[in-house]
Each structure stands twice: as structure tokens, then as C-alpha cells.
């Protein structure tokens, strides 16, 4: 039993090594109910990374139906970028929040 | 001058709101501990009003809008309360949180009376015009009347937030329609 537990992080480092090696993180804030940077570019298959500083809960929810992702007070969240294209996104609970991700292929 | 300007021009608009005006008038700006209480006062009957509308309302989505609204003006009267203890400031009680209570239980007793899809419709009507009401106080009085700066950034940030919770509640009253 216990070797299969050992296999367990083997197979991490294989599931990590899939994703395409120019795929990079990208991290967003949400901090005093402002979304920084408002605007970012970044390319099909990186992660971003929402980071929620606030005490209240916010979501990055994409117009498009791309992703909707909820961010628990001082939480964070992340998606993967599948699909090229210019995405709004902004938060469900106070709509003032808006930002925007361009997606290159 | 430029203060005397819009200080002017800030009673013009608090002449045209109901409530908060009285007591508060340009001449004698609200302490912070006036202003703290007016803040923690604001986010108390938004709580009471989100939880008359759990129990009543209909809508899901309404429901669930309430319960935004519960746990935000939670959190900020939370920091509030943090802070006042921080600055060692007793909120203290004034005419425009007495007239923000009472115009707020006549509310509750008036919406008490709904039901159904009638009782949606007015409690988010009252949300919309309730959160435009407390922006406009902020704004205009006090967020400028505000002494301590950590307190002028916590009304600024309660500010984005109620700011939000109009946006939000303008979205829910035209998905009602």
C-alpha cells in the first residue's frame, strides 16, 4: 500500500509537465473593491489568478460565459485560458468591479 | 472659497434627501463619532431589511441579492467596529441616525405588509433607492466631514461597495420586470 502512495507525487510531475511550457501564471487582485490591472494580455493555456485582499466576497464573472469563478473574502481562484479573444469580466456582487483579459492564441 | 463652494453645494443636495439632513446641516459637520455612528447605523438597517426579505421574499434571485447584501454590510460594519475600538471613539448617537431609523422601521412596517412577487419588487425598489441615498451621504458629507483618515478610507471603501449594491440592485429590479 504504501508504494502506491509514493506514486502519487510521480504522477504530479508528470500531470504538470503537460501543460505547455510557455504557459504562464498570472496574477489579478481584487483589493478595495478595484480589480488590478483592469486591463492584461495573456495567452491561450496560462492560469490566472484572481488574489481577493477584500473581507468581501467577489467573483470574476466573464460576460461571455468563459469562466465565472467565486472568491471567498481573502481567498484566491484560477482559470485556465482555453479559448482566444477579448473578455469583460466583473463581479457579480458589486458590478462596479470590471476588468478585462485579452486572450492571444 | 472652492470650499465654501461645495460645501454649499453639498447642503443644496442634503436639502433634497430626506433624511440626511437633519441635524447635520454644513455649518456643523458630523464628528467622527457622529459620522461613525451614522456609517454603522446605515449598514444596520440594510441587515435588518436583508433579513425581512429572506424570510418573504419570492424570487430566487432576490434571495439571493439579500444575502449579498447581509454579509457585505456584515463585514463593513465588522471594520467598523474594529476600528472605532482601535481609535477608542464611542459612535455617538445624533438626529441623522435617529431620522435614518425611524424612515427605515416605517419601511420595514410598510413592506411587512407585501407579499409575493409585490413584496420583490418594492423591497428592491427600496434598495435602489435606499443605497443611492447613503451614496449621495457619503459623497457629499461624510466622506469630506471626516476627520481621521483610517475612517475616511473605510467610508470610501463602503462607498465602492454600496456603490456595487446599487448596480446590482438596479440589475435585479430590471430582471423583475
Same mark, same amino acid.
Given at each position: 500500500?504504501?508504494?502506491?502512495?509514493?506514486?502519487? /507525487?510521480?504522477?504530479?510531475?508528470?500531470?504538470?509537465?503537460?501543460?505547455?511550457?510557455?504557459?504562464?501564471?498570472?496574477? =489579478?487582485?481584487?483589493?478595495?473593491?478595484? =480589480?488590478?490591472?483592469?486591463? =492584461?494580455?495573456?495567452?491561450?493555456?496560462?492560469? =490566472?489568478?484572481?488574489?481577493?485582499?477584500?473581507?468581501?466576497?467577489?467573483?470574476?464573472?466573464?460576460?461571455?460565459?468563459?469562466?465565472?469563478?467565486?472568491?471567498?473574502?481573502?481567498?484566491?481562484?484560477?482559470?485556465?485560458?482555453?479559448?482566444?479573444?477579448?473578455?469583460?469580466?466583473?463581479?457579480?456582487?458589486? /458590478?462596479?468591479?470590471?476588468?478585462?483579459?485579452?486572450?492571444? /492564441? | 472659497?472652492?470650499?465654501?463652494?461645495?460645501?454649499?453645494?453639498?447642503?443644496?443636495?442634503?436639502?433634497?434627501?430626506?433624511?440626511?439632513?437633519?441635524?447635520?446641516?454644513?455649518?456643523?459637520?458630523?464628528? !467622527?463619532?457622529?459620522?461613525?455612528?451614522?456609517?454603522? @447605523?446605515?449598514?444596520?438597517?440594510?441587515?435588518?431589511?436583508?433579513?425581512?426579505?429572506?424570510?418573504?421574499?419570492?424570487?430566487?434571485?432576490?434571495?439571493?441579492?439579500?444575502?449579498?447584501?447581509?454579509?457585505?454590510?456584515?463585514?463593513?460594519?465588522?471594520?467598523?467596529?474594529?476600528?472605532?475600538?482601535?481609535?477608542?471613539?464611542?459612535?455617538?448617537?445624533? !438626529?441623522?441616525?435617529?431620522?435614518?431609523?425611524?424612515?427605515?422601521?416605517?419601511?420595514?412596517?410598510?413592506?411587512?405588509?407585501?407579499?409575493?412577487?409585490?413584496?420583490?419588487?418594492?423591497?428592491?425598489?427600496?434598495?435602489?433607492?435606499?443605497?443611492?441615498?447613503?451614496?449621495?451621504?457619503?459623497? @457629499?458629507?461624510?466622506?469630506?466631514?471626516?476627520?481621521?483618515?483610517?475612517?475616511?478610507?473605510?467610508?470610501? @471603501?463602503?462607498?465602492?461597495?454600496?456603490?456595487?449594491?446599487?448596480?446590482?440592485?438596479?440589475?435585479?429590479?430590471?430582471?423583475?420586470?
Amino acid at each position: 500500500m504504501p508504494g502506491r502512495l509514493f506514486l502519487l /507525487p510521480v504522477a504530479l510531475v508528470f500531470a504538470a509537465m503537460v501543460v505547455p511550457a510557455h504557459a504562464a501564471t498570472i496574477e =489579478i487582485t481584487m483589493e478595495n473593491l478595484v =480589480i488590478a490591472p483592469a486591463e =492584461i494580455s495573456a495567452k491561450v493555456g496560462d492560469t =490566472i489568478t484572481w488574489i481577493n485582499k477584500d473581507v468581501f466576497a467577489h467573483t470574476a464573472t466573464a460576460r461571455n460565459g468563459d469562466f465565472d469563478a467565486t472568491l471567498p473574502p481573502k481567498k484566491s481562484a484560477t482559470s485556465v485560458l482555453k479559448k482566444a479573444g477579448t473578455v469583460e469580466y466583473y463581479c457579480r456582487y458589486h /458590478p462596479n468591479m470590471k476588468a478585462t483579459l485579452k486572450v492571444e /492564441p | 472659497m472652492f470650499t465654501r463652494r461645495s460645501a454649499a453645494i453639498a447642503a443644496a443636495i442634503l436639502l433634497s434627501s430626506p433624511a440626511l439632513l437633519q441635524g447635520a446641516g454644513a455649518a456643523d459637520k458630523p464628528t !467622527d463619532a457622529q459620522i461613525a455612528h451614522i456609517a454603522y @447605523t446605515a449598514g444596520v438597517i440594510d441587515i435588518n431589511a436583508a433579513k425581512q426579505a429572506q424570510k418573504k421574499a419570492k424570487s430566487k434571485d432576490v434571495k439571493a441579492f439579500a444575502e449579498d447584501m447581509l454579509r457585505d454590510h456584515e463585514a463593513v460594519n465588522k471594520q467598523a467596529l474594529a476600528l472605532v475600538k482601535k481609535l477608542n471613539v464611542t459612535p455617538e448617537d445624533n !438626529d441623522t441616525s435617529k431620522a435614518l431609523s425611524k424612515q427605515a422601521s416605517d419601511k420595514l412596517a410598510e413592506l411587512d405588509k407585501l407579499s409575493g412577487a409585490a413584496f420583490d419588487k418594492a423591497y428592491v425598489a427600496n434598495e435602489v433607492a435606499y443605497h443611492k441615498q447613503v451614496n449621495g451621504a457619503l459623497e @457629499t458629507q461624510l466622506i469630506p466631514s471626516a476627520g481621521n483618515a483610517e475612517l475616511k478610507s473605510l467610508l470610501q @471603501t463602503g462607498l465602492k461597495i454600496f456603490q456595487g449594491h446599487q448596480q446590482h440592485a438596479e440589475h435585479v429590479a430590471a430582471d423583475l420586470k
